[in-house]
């Protein structure tokens, strides 16, 4: 087997993405592989790689700015140059502007994939256009787009002019950390009443992740005379404005226990699990849910549809409905036999269809293939 000189080219990351990229590394350097990062320093996440393989100081800003997209660009060129790297994978929109641009310039050419995650085109119609064209001028220094989904896919094919042969849906893996005991996870949770519905949503607090539906749909829930609970896991800009508005519901029905590292440990306490995204690229919090049991009420958008097989594992909802997602919410709470046949089947489909092994397989393969196809070989 042929191993390959890596560069991760990254911006600071929460969440899903982070999780990807850190499974993804691992995985390299278990077969083998020799994996260098180029990520902005003073982060948590700078100091998080160099504990796994040398990491740079690239300074990539999540900001549009031109002239700080410039120097990133020199900077990441001077790095190419200084060192030699068989394959350069960029991982999000801005690490994929500014890399492809720098990697231009370099002889020899390395070979350049880019992951897209999430769908990232903002709401201006005038910026969209732009950045549409800038994709679409760039889409033929790609050797392969990755994408977590194939809704994702067919926006970049479709809207970046990306050819179909140039990319590919790899829908992220995870191995989810050791659960803890249902009892030890509810203490933690702060569970307290052992019949008592515990919902619960892992995410950041951002407008895109909807915890905004998922409060006014509690409200709803407990509205109608259903004894339940939510709990948030996540930190984020929105934190205190959800916590205002929760505090119209009664703090005691609705926890925030912030930043919560392994969030997935404590899903054997959860009973429900919500995921009302108003975007996702896939949804891996929907598949940790999975991965423990638990069925899942989640927006029927990007890549979600993907993962929640609704009516089978969980139940999809319009997106920014909170009365479709209260109503979800009261059907599975009234069926306990429903809850559980779904989570059954959602933890089969997600060692199946979501797991890490799989994941490093497919993208193991399309490192081969664009390595190959540089050299003039058919595989």
Do not use: W
Request: aromatic share 4%; hydrophobic share 45%; net charge positive.
């Amino acid at each position: 087997m042929r191993t390959y000189q890596v560069l991760q080219v990254l911006r600071p990351m929460q969440g899903g993405m982070r999780r990807h990229v850190l499974d993804l590394i691992t995985g390299l350097l278990e077969a083998g592989h020799r994996v260098t990062a180029a990520c902005p320093p003073e982060t948590a996440f700078f100091r998080e790689l160099s504990s796994l393989v040398p990491t740079l100081a690239f300074p990539l800003d999540d900001r549009m700015n031109p002239i700080h997209d410039l120097k990133a660009m020199r900077h990441l060129q001077n790095i190419l140059r200084r060192e030699r790297f068989d394959i350069v994978h960029l991982h999000g929109a801005k690490a994929g502007y500014v890399g492809r641009f720098a990697v231009r310039r370099i002889e020899p050419r390395p070979a350049v994939l880019y992951t897209v995650h999430n769908h990232v085109l903002p709401r201006q119609a005038i910026l969209k256009k732009a950045l549409n064209a800038l994709e679409r001028r760039l889409a033929a220094d790609t050797d392969r787009v990755i994408t977590v989904s194939d809704s994702l896919r067919r926006e970049v094919c479709h809207q970046h002019g990306v050819e179909e042969h140039r990319s590919v849906t790899i829908r992220n893996g995870i191995q989810g950390p050791p659960p803890l005991t249902r009892r030890y996870a509810r203490a933690v949770l702060g569970a307290e009443e052992e019949s008592r519905i515990v919902i619960a949503c892992i995410g950041r607090m951002v407008e895109e992740k909807g915890i905004d539906v998922l409060l006014e749909a509690f409200t709803i829930l407990l509205s109608r005379g259903f004894d339940a609970e939510l709990v948030l896991i996540g930190d984020g800009p929105l934190l205190s404005d959800y916590q205002n508005r929760a505090g119209k519901i009664g703090l005691a029905r609705v926890r925030f226990l912030g930043e919560v590292p392994n969030a997935a440990q404590l899903l054997p306490g959860v009973d429900i699990v919500a995921v009302p995204s108003r975007q996702e690229g896939l949804g891996l919090v929907a598949i940790e849910a999975m991965l423990a049991g638990r069925p899942v009420v989640a927006s029927d958008v990007g890549g979600l549809p993907e993962v929640v097989l609704h009516g089978e594992t969980g139940l999809l909802v319009p997106p920014a409905d909170p009365v479709l997602v209260a109503s979800a919410l009261c059907y599975l709470i009234e069926r306990g036999d429903v809850r559980e046949r779904m989570g059954r089947l959602g933890s089969l489909r997600a060692h199946e269809h979501f797991s890490r092994h799989g994941m490093m397989r497919s993208v193991l393969r399309e490192y081969d293939e664009v390595m190959a196809s540089r050299q003039g070989v058919i595989v």
